[in-house]
């Protein structure tokens, strides 16, 4: 005859289960830290980009001030002809 051992009901010694809770916390951090290295390498690249644009922006509003006119907006439109009268 075959005897059948079931854990249902049965503790884990004190120990294992300090162990499982370790190891849990140890997975969670391990991911965070990915998330985090993730986010600054992206913060980085976003970072860089804004900076490429604030200086395509200073030197657009450069040239723009040297011929004469310097727009507020980013985009152009187009001005009416000036006519000379009041």
Do not use: C, W
């Amino acid at each position: 005859m075959y005897h059948v051992r079931t854990t249902i009901g049965v503790t884990p010694p004190a120990s294992e289960l300090r162990d499982r809770e370790r190891v849990s916390r140890q997975n969670i951090v391990a991911t965070l830290r990915l998330r985090i290295k993730n986010l600054e390498e992206k913060n980085r690249e976003l970072t860089g980009l804004l900076e490429l644009v604030y200086g395509e922006l200073a030197v657009a509003r450069e040239q723009n001030v040297s011929v004469g006119s310097a727009p507020s907006r980013l985009h152009v439109t187009q001005q009416e002809p000036e006519t000379g009268e009041f």
